[in-house]
């Protein structure tokens, strides 16, 4: 059974930094693409960042560019997002995910964490 478990959530001020984790397992983790993708209340899942397996290559939401840095340890089996000048826009519950590869849509994602929560203060 896969289990995505993600940490790091909290509550910073503008412009501070937050470092979410994954620690995933019940598969080999490097044969997957890892995405973050957040909700924030009211409002629908959306993509925040992406990484192909082998963390080559990676993508990210327009409003989130120049700020995040996905990452990814193929030993740890674990997925990071660096989330830098944080606003309060960035308030939502952050969720980590796996599937067959790189992708903006949640629909082509498998399996899916509990998610983390990140308050963003004015």
């Known amino acids: 059974q896969v289990q995505l478990v993600e940490s790091g959530g909290g509550l910073v001020q503008a412009g501070g930094s937050l470092r979410l984790s994954c620690v995933a397992s019940?598969?080999?983790?490097?044969?997957?693409?890892m995405g973050w993708f957040r909700q924030a209340p009211g409002k629908e899942r959306e993509f925040v960042a992406a990484?192909?397996?082998?963390?080559?290559?990676?993508d990210y939401a327009d409003s989130v560019k120049g700020r995040f840095t996905i990452s990814r340890d193929n030993v740890k089996n674990a997925v990071y997002l660096q989330m830098n000048s944080l606003r309060p826009e960035d308030t939502a519950v952050y969720y980590c995910?796996?599937?067959?590869?790189?992708?903006?849509?949640?629909?082509?994602?498998?399996?899916w964490g509990q998610g983390t929560q990140v308050t963003v203060s004015s």
């Open positions: 995910t796996m599937g067959p590869r790189l992708s903006t849509t949640v629909s082509n994602y498998n399996y």
């Open positions: 019940g598969r080999t983790f490097s044969f997957y693409a």
């Open positions: 990484i192909i397996r082998s963390g080559g290559t990676s």
